[in-house]
């Protein structure tokens, strides 16, 4: 089976940095994802980690360490927008993808 | 852009009730995907499709079934609706048979009410 575990709400400022952590267990790993959420809308996909590492794409960057069943999402010059569910999500063997609950990030001024 | 549009926003239903939630998607995946998503629980995957007339069980697949008679329509179908599937249901599609990077596209959701 998988577990997945995420923190359920952050709070940070407008203009600053925050790193949401997910931590993982599975019995397969093929690959980690992020995803965001706003509210009464569908998710959609921030990023993509199948290597250790860290992945750059603009204020989003996400890394991820296999041996550490560890990943965050780090989210830079906060802007209100980016106030929104975070998923990480884990994919097993086959085409599955299994998601953790979310983290409720509010973006204050 | 890619498009998966499911038939109805919000559905309120009798108990006992048969309840059809649509989705069709229009860029030609062979994936697709049923989610419900609660409070506290997250996302958690019902049944998927890797072909037509083909489907796999998820997580929580007891109290439904799916068609998949064409490749860009998949349907989930709660045979006897109960009030513990209230809840939104999320339909998503993904390219590539075998080749699943993990980018689902998803839709807007269907919020169904099991009275």
């Known amino acids: 089976g998988q577990n997945i575990d995420q923190p359920t709400e952050m709070t940070a400022t407008e203009g600053a940095i925050v790193q949401i952590n997910c931590t993982y267990q599975t019995s397969g790993f093929n690959g980690l994802f992020w995803y965001q959420q706003h509210a009464g809308e569908a998710p959609t996909f921030l990023s993509y980690?199948?290597?250790?590492g860290l992945e750059e794409k603009g204020r989003f960057s996400s890394f991820l360490s296999r041996s550490k069943g560890y990943s965050y999402l780090l989210l830079k010059e906060l802007q209100m927008k980016d106030s929104a569910s975070y998923l990480c999500a884990v994919k097993g063997g086959g085409n599955k993808l299994t998601f953790g609950t979310g983290t409720q990030l509010k973006v204050e001024l | 852009d890619v498009k998966v549009t499911q038939s109805s926003r919000y559905l309120v239903k009798r108990t006992g009730e048969k309840v059809f939630l649509e989705c069709v998607q229009d860029m030609d995946h062979e994936n697709m995907f049923w989610y419900r998503q609660d409070p506290g629980l997250g996302l958690r995957l019902i049944y998927f499709?890797?072909?037509?007339?083909?489907?796999e069980k998820g997580d929580i697949p007891e109290g439904y079934s799916v068609s998949r008679e064409k490749k860009e329509r998949f349907s989930l179908i709660l045979e006897s609706a109960s009030t513990n599937q209230t809840s939104m249901y999320l339909c998503?599609?993904?390219?590539?048979?075998?080749?699943?990077?993990?980018?689902?596209?998803f839709g807007e959701g269907s919020r169904l009410t099991v009275l």
């Open positions: 499709s890797y072909d037509v007339k083909m489907k």
């Open positions: 980690n199948v290597l250790d």
């Open positions: 998503a599609s993904s390219p590539f048979r075998g080749q699943f990077t993990g980018e689902l596209f």
